[in-house]
């Protein structure tokens, strides 16, 4: 059996679609909190409950009362891949609180759990490129300095790290952290730029470009990033502590206007661009160095941006005519 949190998110999605695709019984955990429309994140439960082997509970990981007890029920849990979180860099600067609350205490609740659970092999979990900062030496490789976070947000995912590392070391409890870089595709999130640009050049509205343009981004298919999410829970982490640390991206990244560009393509429609300065808490460019990932977990990214962006703009249509108007019907378990 294997835990996502984040079940209902565009990642923890995909994962546990992915999971439950190669056999494996998969129990889902999320809050379905009001950050972006929860109506998305109940057509994503939807599609998951269709599914035997999949169960759900909604539940706030970052609250020890309501998580902890369940793990001697949940005792048959082999593997936790955690990707709960409060994301997003510039919500960081609005609500801070949420960030220290989901990102810190959840993944302390969550280590404890794990800590509780006697089958458990492996704890994977979410960190973020953002780690980085504006680290000028790129592309940016796991062994380089991030002691110097640009947001909010980046320092809880760096103290993530931090507090699994110590988990590791405490508790022997393999650990490894996932540093994902510019996730994009169907099922998106739509607060991220790719999903706001397609929503505004579909209205004909403008949409706004920060550092007027000159920003570099190693955008990653959702695809791939389930492959390597994959590849890493099949390979605990070696080594006392049992702790690792992978970059997870495309390794080609691209100038912000030139994806710009495809999506008018696939759209079929021009963007009217409006150029702004860089925002705080923003960094001008992310670039993954992603060897260490290549010869540990076989990772290797396969879609192009052209075949990315196609497959969500196709996506966004369908679902939007559609309607987005779905009932939750979360599945209690236990």
């Given at each position: 059996m294997i835990l996502v949190t984040g079940a209902a998110g565009f990642i923890g999605f995909h994962v546990a679609n992915a999971l439950l695709a190669r056999g494996e019984q998969v129990v889902g955990i999320d809050n379905l909190n009001a950050y972006y429309d929860p109506t998305l994140k109940g057509a994503r439960l939807d599609q998951l409950m269709r599914h035997d082997a999949f169960a759900f509970r909604s539940l706030d990981i970052s609250q020890p009362d309501g998580l902890l007890p369940l793990a001697e029920m949940w005792q048959e849990i082999t593997g936790i891949v955690h990707l709960a979180a409060q994301a997003g860099v510039r919500y960081s600067l609005e609500n801070p609180f949420?960030?220290?609350?989901?990102?810190v205490m959840g993944q302390v609740t969550m280590l404890e759990f794990a800590r509780r659970l006697k089958s458990l092999r492996h704890f994977v979990y979410a960190s973020s490129s953002s780690v980085y900062g504006t680290n000028k030496k790129v592309p940016f490789a796991i062994?380089?300095?991030?002691?110097?976070?640009?947001?909010?947000?980046?320092?809880?995912?760096?103290?993530?790290?931090?507090?699994a590392a110590t988990y590791a070391h405490l508790?022997?409890?393999?650990?490894?952290?996932?540093?994902?870089?510019?996730?994009?595709?169907?099922?998106?999130?739509?607060d991220m730029a790719y999903y706001a640009f397609t929503r505004a050049i579909t209205r004909g509205e403008p949409i706004r470009i920060f550092n007027r343009g000159e920003m570099w981004r190693d955008f990653?298919?959702?695809?791939d990033?389930?492959?390597?999410?994959?590849?890493?829970?099949?390979?605990?982490?070696?080594?006392t502590p049992s702790h690792a640390l992978y970059n997870l991206g495309n390794n080609k990244p691209q100038k912000l206007?030139?994806?710009v560009a495809v999506l008018e393509k696939h759209i079929g429609r021009k963007a009217e661009m409006i150029l702004e300065p860089m925002q705080p808490g923003d960094v001008p460019s992310t670039?993954?160095?992603?060897?260490?990932?290549?010869?540990?977990?076989g990772f290797e990214p396969v879609t192009p941006i052209e075949i990315g962006l196609e497959q969500f703009v196709d996506w966004y249509r369908d679902y939007h005519a559609r309607g987005s108007r779905r009932k939750l019907r979360p599945l209690k378990i236990g």
């Open positions: 949420a960030y220290v609350q989901a990102n062994e380089d300095d991030v002691s110097a976070p640009q947001s909010l947000y980046a320092a809880t995912k760096r103290s993530d790290e931090l507090i508790y022997g409890i393999p650990c490894t952290g996932l540093r994902f870089f510019t996730v994009y595709g169907p099922w998106g999130r739509p990653t298919y959702i695809d990033i389930v492959q390597g999410v994959l590849q890493a829970l099949n390979r605990p982490a070696a080594g206007t030139d994806f670039v993954a160095d992603i060897d260490t990932s290549r010869r540990d977990l």
